[in-house]
Each structure stands twice: as C-alpha cells, then as structure tokens.
C-alpha cells in the first residue's frame, strides 16, 4: 500500500498558524501525551497583504496561506531550515508532521491586477506568471460566469449539483485554477511533494481536492516517490455530484458528514442515532475517514454569522457541550481524529496573535484573552487521546442510552470505558458493567485524580457524579 493508513488509535492535531519553532517547543509534550501527528499550516510562499483592519495586533489574515506565489518554504510560520529543523525534531519525539498542499490553484485576483510580489520576494501576476513556476497556460480557461473578470468561470452553488466539470475547472472564488490534467502540472506539484518528503514529512493534507478531478490527482500521486499518509478535503454536502467516496481510492478523505452528525445531535442534546450509520446520507469506510468536530474554516463561519455559509459545527465557542463532542469523537472508533488547536477570532479572516507569549520552557503560554486557546492540551481532550490509545483496536462493547437519550455509557473491550452525560442536571448513580479489571481508576476527562473504585464484577463501588456537559472516561493505564 503506497499510502499507509494510519492506525485507529492515531490523533493528530491542527496547530493552526502556529510557527515552526513554536511546534517544534510543542513536540515533546504532544509526544508524551499520546498525539502522532501535527497538521501545519501550508508551508509554501503566499501572498502578502498589508492593509487589515487590526495589524497593530494581529498577524495577516491566515487565509494568505492558502494563495500559493511557489513552492518556496517561506512563510509567517517561518523559513526552509526552521521548517525542517522542526521536522526532525518532531520526528525524534514520534510525531508526525503534515503537510497541507495547496495544489487545485495559485494567487487569486482578477486580470487587471499589477505585478505584486510573494512572501519570498517573486514577482507573480494573477494567471499570467508565478516566478518561473507557473504560466499563462498552466491555468484552466473556461467560458461561463465571472469570465470577463477572471479568465476562468467561477464556481457557482448551484454547479455543485448541476456541473460536475466547473466544480473542477472554474476557479474557486477567485483563485487561479490550475489545469491539472496537464502532465508538467502534475510533475510540478509532485516535485513539491516530493521536496516535501525528502524533508521529513510525512503526509499531506489535499487541500479542494474535490476541485480537482480525482485522476490528476492520482497521476500527480503516483509521481511521489514515498510513503506519503495522504488526507483529501472533499467537503461532501448531501446530494452532490462530486462525491468523498470517488477519493477514498487515494487516501483519506476528510469527513464532514461526521461534523454535521455531531453537531445535529449534541445541540438537540439528544444521543440517540449517535454513529458512523446514522451520519446524513452516507458515510466513509472507517479506515477511509479523517474525522473532526471543528475545523479552521468551520470556526470562522461559526463565530461570524455568515449568511452564505452557515454554521454547520460545535466550535470551540459552545463550551463544555464542545468538549463533551470532542471526548465522544476521541472515544468512538471511526476514523481518525483530528483536533482543532486554534485562537479567538471575530471576523472571518483575523490572523493569528502578532506577539505569542512563551512560557519558560518555551511553548506557547495559552488562554489568555485574545490569544491561543490551545485547545489540544485542555484535559478534557489530551486525557482523551491517552484514553484512544489504550483502547487501541477494540470495537465497542456495551453500549448503553438512557431514557431520557441524555446518558450514554460504553466500553472498548476490558480496556476503556467512556460515559458522558448531557443532561441540565448531574447525573448520580451507579454504571452498568464497565467490563473493567478490578481497581481505582482516575478519570481520564479531568486533570488530577477524581478516583472511581471498580470491583470484580465491572460494576462501580458507589455511586458516581457526572456534571452536565461532562464526561468519566477510565482506562486501564490510570489506575492509582
Ligand atoms: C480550502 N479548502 O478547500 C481551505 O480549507 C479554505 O480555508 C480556503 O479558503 C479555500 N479552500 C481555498 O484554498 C480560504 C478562505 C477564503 C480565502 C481563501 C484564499 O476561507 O476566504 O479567499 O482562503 O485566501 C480570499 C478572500 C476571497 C477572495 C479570494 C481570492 O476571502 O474574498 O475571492 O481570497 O482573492
């Protein structure tokens, strides 16, 4: 298999807009509490924009990141050597980082844009040039909507249903599309991948890969010449034609129906039809899927009403409900999870934090106002990815509702058992049988010891109490 799939019992975390040498001070930490692997913000030169509302304090909106100038290692994040400097280091704590490449398009603008320069200092203009990169005809050309402005069509909803060609050849909001079927694009955007490999990274986040036809996308694949762990973004609503099952042929394929299935259940606070068969028209093998439960997009479309794209996840904003979904995602054995490490924002494009603050070991001081959340180090989710990992590859067993679908209890095999409730009130009694050996556990859910005695036959000792919008997750590897 060229594209090793992880195993089930891998967690990686976003560090959204994160730079290299603050990553590189978060490995060791993220090694020892269980996380495989890190998705970085894309790696390659962008654009620079230097008029934003708030650049006395913030950095420039993160989504330059995502218009590509080269395939240059230089970005906010940092420079090629910091880049590579973190790799091996990550490595050395057996963490993975990956990549995500930005492959469907370039720059965006429209055809009267000037020549302007990228982060790195080549001169790019809209379609027409990206240093030696990229030309005039490397793009797609196609007749239909926003033509006159752009050189290309541009996506519309409405071809998400109608068009399955403009959904792959118009551009995506503006942004240069390029024309992927051609082979000296596709050896181009290997040889950036491959550059990638050869730095020490071990896979890649497809970025639009629904806006690129799925063969091109296996031809610029097969010119990779290492095991890269590949994930694809095919952001799959119901009914369209493009589908994030065409993809899962060439690796993982990111799974928003799982987003929307959480999200649809933790706010009607009702757990009943919680699971990979009930997510809404379909869903992806589990060795096919990359689960999250919040996104950087989706938090950006959450936290600022946006009557185009509606908020359609639990974001880091909802609390403890989000937590609770996080901790059921990290317990559920479908898919690989993904976490979200982000910072407040308020409108769509705000950057990230101008001046982080370090701690005296050097990692990112979090939770300060208008700074980074850090969400992957809160208890409630890191206890979680220990927990994930001792179940390993056990199937659920025991599952168990409550009346009210406000309660619900499982295990996996003799090793980890989860229980959250959801409830306004806490709930307090005994658990059914939690299949655990014998012992005091610690819940894995809160940071210090909340001791649970189990006896020989599962059950617990006494009485527990679980809050509201809280969970008691006990595995084998916190017993005291
Ligand atoms: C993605 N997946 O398919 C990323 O997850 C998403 O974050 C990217 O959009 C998108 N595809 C393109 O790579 C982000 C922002 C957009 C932003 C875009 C390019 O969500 O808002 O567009 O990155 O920077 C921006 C402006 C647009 C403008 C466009 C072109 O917001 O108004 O039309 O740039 O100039």
Not at 121 to 150: I, K, M, P, V
Request: with cysteine.
């Amino acid at each position: 298999n060229k594209w090793p799939t992880p195993k089930q019992d891998r967690v990686q975390v976003h560090l959204f807009e994160w730079s290299w040498a603050d990553v590189k001070a978060e490995c060791e930490w993220l090694g020892k509490a269980g996380y495989t692997g890190v998705q970085v913000s894309p790696v390659q030169e962008d654009i620079v924009v230097k008029d934003y509302p708030d650049r006395a304090t913030r950095q420039e909106p993160w989504w330059t990141r995502y218009q590509p100038v080269s395939y240059q290692l230089v970005s906010r994040s940092g420079n090629q050597s910091a880049f590579a400097d973190m790799v091996q280091h990550c490595r050395e704590h057996e963490v993975d980082i990956y990549v995500d490449v930005v492959l469907n398009h370039m720059a965006g603008g429209s055809v009267e844009d000037p020549v302007q320069h990228g982060r790195a200092g080549t001169a790019w203009q809209y379609r027409q040039d990206y240093g030696d990169l990229y030309h005039a005809t490397d793009f797609h050309h196609r007749q239909g909507t926003g033509y006159a402005e752009h050189g290309n069509c541009q996506i519309r909803d409405q071809d998400f249903q109608g068009c399955y060609d403009c959904v792959q050849q118009c551009d995506l909001g503006g942004l240069a599309d390029l024309d992927t079927s051609q082979s000296s694009v596709q050896a181009k955007a290997a040889q950036y991948l491959n550059m990638l490999a050869q730095l020490g990274v071990a896979g890649v986040r497809i970025d639009a890969a629904k806006h690129m036809n799925k063969w091109d996308l296996g031809n610029i694949l097969q010119g990779v010449n290492s095991n890269l762990y590949v994930y694809q973004e095919v952001l799959e609503g119901c009914n369209e034609l493009v589908t994030a099952e065409e993809y899962s042929g060439l690796g993982q394929v990111i799974e928003f129906r799982w987003a929307q299935l959480i999200r649809d259940r933790f706010t009607a606070r009702d757990l009943q039809f919680l699971g990979a068969e009930y997510m809404p028209c379909g869903h992806l093998l589990s060795e096919s899927a990359l689960v999250f439960v919040e996104n950087h997009d989706r938090q950006s479309n959450c936290h600022v009403p946006d009557p185009e794209a509606p908020c359609i996840s639990l974001t880091v904003k909802d609390g403890d409900i989000y937590k609770v979904a996080v901790a059921f995602t990290l317990a559920y054995p479908y898919g690989s999870p993904q976490i979200l490490s982000s910072y407040a924002y308020s409108s769509h494009g705000q950057g990230a934090p101008k001046e982080a603050v370090h701690e005296g070991n050097g990692r990112i001081s979090c939770g300060r106002e208008g700074s980074w959340y850090c969400q992957h180090r809160w208890p409630e989710i890191s206890g979680m990815v220990a927990w994930r990992k001792r179940a390993e590859e056990r199937s659920i067993s025991h599952w168990w509702l409550s009346d009210t679908n406000q309660q619900v209890q499982f295990s996996r095999g003799a090793a980890a058992m989860f229980f959250m409730n959801i409830a306004a009130n806490t709930f307090h009694g005994r658990l059914s049988d939690t299949q655990l050996p014998a012992g005091a556990y610690c819940n894995a859910y809160k940071a210090g010891c909340e001791r649970v005695e189990i006896l020989d036959d599962g059950l617990t000792a006494s009485a527990v109490a679980v809050a509201p919008d809280s969970v008691l997750a006990l595995h084998i590897g916190l017993m005291t």
